[in-house]
């Protein structure tokens, strides 16, 4: 979790391979994605509540099918995302065609963006992408790179604590099947203390972290106190 990745390095094959498989059924509320599209409005009210989305540039950065992407372009975002996974951003770039919702869909890598558009964006999201790269920080201080002075950072990942592996990886994926096994691995989860850490070599201000808590038996998600298993947090650039 903490090598160091080279700049468009920074990403695992397997990992890439491992969500391009679920391409074909990303936009399926029934298929493997199931508990991503439950995620998904809480997601976007985080972002909707702490950042003005009509009107703004916006970046989604590992944006898989597009799922936050096009709910950002609805509010009236100017939405770019970007991913690494070329099968998933071809699904993403089809469903906005049928979607008619306009969103810039990319396969380059964030660390790249960085370079060709430093302070370009207003609000920057990164959602379920972080526990699944070699060099987190990197990730960061692209994203931080890419906002304009006073933007902010808009991340979601998973806790590393015991109730994260046995929610997370032994429920979500063995037991009731809700993800496919393999999906997470528990050394790549991230302590909120890490993720301040990065931000602060970043150059972000913390500005929140919250819980998000998937309820399976309603197939809905919410924000919650508690951040010992999925958690949200927004990270501000200073002016």
């Known amino acids: 979790m903490t090598a160091t990745a080279s700049k468009g390095d920074n990403y695992r094959q397997q990992e890439l391979d491992k969500f391009a498989a679920l391409a074909n059924r990303w936009w399926d509320p029934q298929g ?10 809480a997601r976007l009210g985080y972002v909707a509540e702490r950042a003005s989305l009509a009107g703004s540039r916006v970046l989604d950065v590992g944006c898989g099918g597009g799922l936050l992407s096009e ?18 951003v071809k699904v993403a770039r089809l469903h906005s065609l049928e979607s008619g919702v306009k969103v810039d869909y990319r396969v380059q890598a964030v660390e790249a963006l960085a370079d060709e558009q430093p302070g370009a964006f207003d609000v920057v999201t990164c959602m379920e992408m972080l526990e699944h790269v070699p060099d987190p920080g990197a990730i960061l201080q692209a994203c931080a790179t890419l906002l304009k002075p006073g933007g902010r950072l808009f991340v979601s990942t998973l ?10 990886i032994v ?3 063995y037991i009731a099947r809700l993800l496919p096994t393999g999906t997470h691995s528990y050394s790549d989860f991230i302590k909120p203390s890490e993720l301040a850490a990065w931000l602060r ?10 819980g998000l808590m998937y309820e399976p038996w309603r197939n809905a998600a ?7 298993v999925n958690y949200v947090a927004c990270a501000l650039k200073p002016a």
């Open 222 to 228: 919410r924000i919650v106190s508690r951040t010992d």
């Open 32 to 41: 493997p994605q199931k508990p991503l599209h439950a995620l998904n409005p």
């Open 171 to 173: 429920g979500a994926e």
């Open 71 to 88: 709910s950002m372009a609805k509010a009236g975002a100017d939405v770019t995302a970007i991913d690494l996974a070329d099968d998933l």
């Open 159 to 168: 806790n590393r604590t015991p109730a994260a592996f046995a929610l997370a």
């Open 201 to 210: 070599a970043a150059g972000l201000e913390l500005e929140d972290v919250s």
